[in-house]
C-alpha cells in the first residue's frame, strides 16, 4: 500500500518559516519525481516546488528565492523549507510522487497570518 504522509503545517505570522516533511512508503522512492503542490481556496492547485531523483529542483514563480525543496532517499523523505512566508501562502499543501503511477498525500494546512 503507497502512502504519502505529510507534516508541519500549521500556523505561523507573517515573516516567518516552517518546514514541511513528506515520507513516502510503499513505493520505490529514489525512482519518482517527488513534489510540493499547494491548494488555496477557489483556486486550481498549483505546483510550489519539484525535486527529481537527481535532485534537480524547480520552483514555482511566487515561492522562487524564498522556499527550499529537498530529498532523502535514504529515508524516502522530501522536505520544503518555506522562508519569509506571506499570507498568500496559505493554503493545503500536498505532497506527489510521480513516476510509473502518480500518488498524492493528504495535505497539511499552512496558515499564514498577517
Known amino acids: 500500500q503507497v502512502q504519502l504522509v505529510e507534516s508541519g503545517g500549521g500556523l505561523v505570522q507573517s515573516g516567518g518559516s516552517l518546514r514541511l516533511s513528506c515520507v513516502a512508503s510503499?513505493?520505490?522512492?529514489?525512482?519518482?519525481?517527488m513534489a510540493w503542490y499547494r491548494q488555496i481556496p477557489g483556486k486550481p492547485r498549483e505546483l510550489v516546488a519539484s525535486?527529481?531523483?537527481?535532485?534537480?529542483?524547480r520552483y514555482g514563480d511566487s515561492v522562487r528565492g524564498r522556499f527550499t525543496i529537498s530529498r532523502d532517499n535514504a529515508k524516502n523523505t522530501i522536505d520544503l523549507q518555506m522562508n519569509r512566508l506571506k499570507s498568500e501562502d496559505t493554503a493545503v499543501y500536498s505532497c506527489?510522487?510521480?513516476?510509473?503511477?502518480?500518488?498524492w498525500g493528504q495535505g497539511t494546512q499552512v496558515t499564514v497570518s498577517s
Open positions: 510503499g513505493i520505490d522512492f529514489s525512482q519518482y519525481i
Open positions: 525535486i527529481t531523483n537527481d535532485s534537480i529542483t
Open positions: 506527489r510522487a510521480f513516476g510509473v503511477d502518480h500518488y
